[in-house]
C-alpha cells in the first residue's frame, strides 16, 4: 500500500514560508506524488503534481528528492486563506483503491 | 464552467434505510469516482466509474453500490445504513485520457450524510 505519513498540525504567520513534509517509503516506480488542500465543509482541491525534482505553479512548489521517499510541498507567503488541511497522496491512476488519504496536515496560518 | 456538482447538500437517515447520493461530473469528464470522509479524516476510496461500469474498488461492503449513466453522473446507493455510514460523501470527476499517469480530479462540495 501506498502509504504516506504527514505531521497532523502546523503553525505559522502571515507572510512566512511554509513547508510541509510527507514521507513514502515504499513509493513504486510509476508513482506520482500528489497534493491536495481542503477547507471545512468542501471537497479537496488539487494542488500540485510530480515525479521527481522540482514542480512549481502558481501557488505552490513541491520538492522530491532523488530517491522520491519523500517530498515537500512548499508554500510561499501564506495568508490566512491558506488555513486548511492539506493531503498528500501517492499512487497511479489505475490504483486509486491503493492510494491512502491519510490524517492530512492541519495548517493554521496566524496573523 | 460548472464544476462537480452533488446532491442532496445535507440528508438525515436512520438505521436500515437505503439512500442515493447523486453527483453531475465537472463538463467533458467521463470519469467520477466517490469518497468516504468520516470527521477528522481523510476521504477514503469507495469506487469509481468510467464507461458506465465500476472499474475500481475500495474496501467497502457490497452495501455501497453505484452506477453511472451514458451522461457521465453517477448515483452512490448504500442500503442497510449503519450508524457508522455517517460522513461526507464526496464526488470527485476526472477526464480518463487526461494525462500524466494521475488525472487530476476535481471534487463536489459533498453530501453531508447522518444516521440516527
Redesign the interface.
Known amino acids: 500500500l501506498a502509504k504516506t505519513t504527514q505531521p497532523i498540525s502546523m503553525d505559522s504567520y502571515e507572510g512566512q514560508e511554509v513547508n510541509i513534509t510527507c514521507s513514502h517509503n515504499n513509493i513504486a516506480t510509476?508513482d506520482?506524488i500528489?497534493w491536495y488542500q481542503q477547507f471545512p465543509?468542501?471537497?479537496?482541491?488539487?494542488i500540485i503534481?510530480g515525479?521527481k525534482t522540482k514542480v512549481t505553479n502558481e501557488v505552490a512548489s513541491l520538492f522530491i528528492p532523488a530517491d522520491r521517499k519523500s517530498s515537500t510541498l512548499s508554500l510561499p507567503r501564506v495568508s490566512l486563506s491558506d488555513t486548511a488541511v492539506y493531503?498528500c497522496l501517492v499512487?497511479?491512476?489505475?490504483s486509486?483503491?491503493k492510494?491512502?488519504?491519510?490524517?492530512?496536515t492541519s495548517l493554521s496560518v496566524i496573523p | 464552467d460548472a464544476g462537480?456538482t452533488q446532491s442532496p447538500t445535507h440528508l438525515i437517515k436512520t438505521r436500515g434505510q437505503q439512500v442515493t447520493l447523486r453527483c453531475s461530473p465537472k463538463s467533458g469528464h467521463d470519469t467520477v469516482?466517490w469518497?468516504q470522509q468520516a470527521l477528522?479524516?481523510?476521504?477514503?476510496?469507495i469506487f469509481?466509474y468510467y464507461e458506465e461500469e465500476e472499474r475500481?474498488?475500495?474496501?467497502f461492503p457490497d452495501r455501497f453500490s453505484g452506477h453511472q449513466f451514458p451522461n457521465y453522473s453517477s448515483e452512490l446507493n448504500v442500503n442497510a445504513l449503519l450508524l457508522g455510514d455517517s460522513a461526507?460523501y464526496?464526488?470527485?470527476s476526472?477526464l480518463e485520457v487526461a494525462g500524466?499517469?494521475?488525472?487530476?480530479?476535481?471534487?463536489?462540495?459533498?453530501t453531508?450524510l447522518t444516521v440516527l
Open positions: 510509476n506520482y500528489t465543509s468542501q471537497g479537496p482541491r488539487f503534481q515525479y493531503y499512487g497511479t491512476k489505475t486509486y483503491d492510494v491512502i488519504f491519510g490524517p492530512g | 462537480v469516482s469518497y477528522g479524516q481523510g476521504p477514503q476510496f469509481q475500481q474498488r475500495g474496501n461526507l464526496l464526488c470527485a476526472s500524466p499517469p494521475v488525472n487530476e480530479q476535481f471534487f463536489g462540495p459533498g453531508r
